[in-house]
């Protein structure tokens, strides 16, 4: 689909101004901690509660929009799981609430559902990019990670205002690439057929078209117009990659 080749095509663009934003939020972080008395709270990330607890209480404090960015894996999304709640309570209570999420946890948080009940009141859309869990309240206050990965990885409240301004853009720049949820639940639902997934774990496996097509029982063909069709909806650029797609894309699992 063309919203997935654009999401493709700009992740290298994005994942590179991400870092600069990162060294970014390190310096002003940094900063932050050399001033006596305004030590900014921090967590392991790896500590769900804590985590939850520091997300919480800055939702309590939003009182014009949250935006949200889930980690790209369902072991690092897990904290965000209880609070896709509140989200719906925000949206409820006036302000504006924007999710963004990889394909690899849509699945696992219960994502889909959003879009089949409609009633999440909120707007969830899909990246490609691997980006690090991040919120951010009222564009005055984000929490997320800091620092480099040593000594394991922590996250922080930020309030420095340039290195929120610099994670608003980005989450605007992601947010413009990314796919709206219902839009990725109708192509999961209709590359989820037994047929269309036969296709894929041969296209992963590197299988030659005439191998794949005697073992899946069809003619030469046959294959190479499904396989075409499945290339361009998941904006791959060989058969190869539309089977790593097919895994980014939760239709099929990386271990199968």
Known sequence: MAELSK????????????????????????????????????????????????I?????????????????????????????????????????????????????????GFTRRGTQGYDIRVSEVDLQGMIIVDGR?????????????????????????????????????AIPLAEHSRLAERLRTDSVRLILERLRAGHTDDVAAKEIQVSLRTYRRHVAAIMRDVGANSRFQAGVRAVELGLLSPCD
Request: overall charge positive.
């Open 141 to 177: 206050q984000a929490f997320g990670r800091t620092g480099p990965d040593r000594n394991g990885r922590y996250l922080s409240v930020i309030a420095d205002p340039a290195s929120v301004r610099a994670l608003d853009l980005m989450f605007a720049g992601v947010w413009g690439s």
């Open 7 to 54: 999401a493709t095509e700009g992740s290298d663009g994005v994942e590179h101004a991400l870092m600069q934003v990162c060294e970014l939020i390190e310096s002003a972080v940094s900063m932050h901690r050399s001033t006596p008395d305004r030590r900014a709270p921090m967590v392991l990330a790896s500590d769900g509660p804590a985590v939850r607890r520091e």
């Open 56 to 112: 919480t209480q800055l939702m309590n404090g939003a009182r014009h929009s949250v935006s949200v960015i889930m980690p790209g894996t369902y072991e690092r999304a897990k904290p965000f799981a209880p609070l896709l709640g509140k989200l719906t309570a925000l949206r409820s209570a006036g302000i504006a609430v924007r999710a963004l999420c990889s394909p690899e946890v849509v699945a696992p948080l219960g994502l889909h």
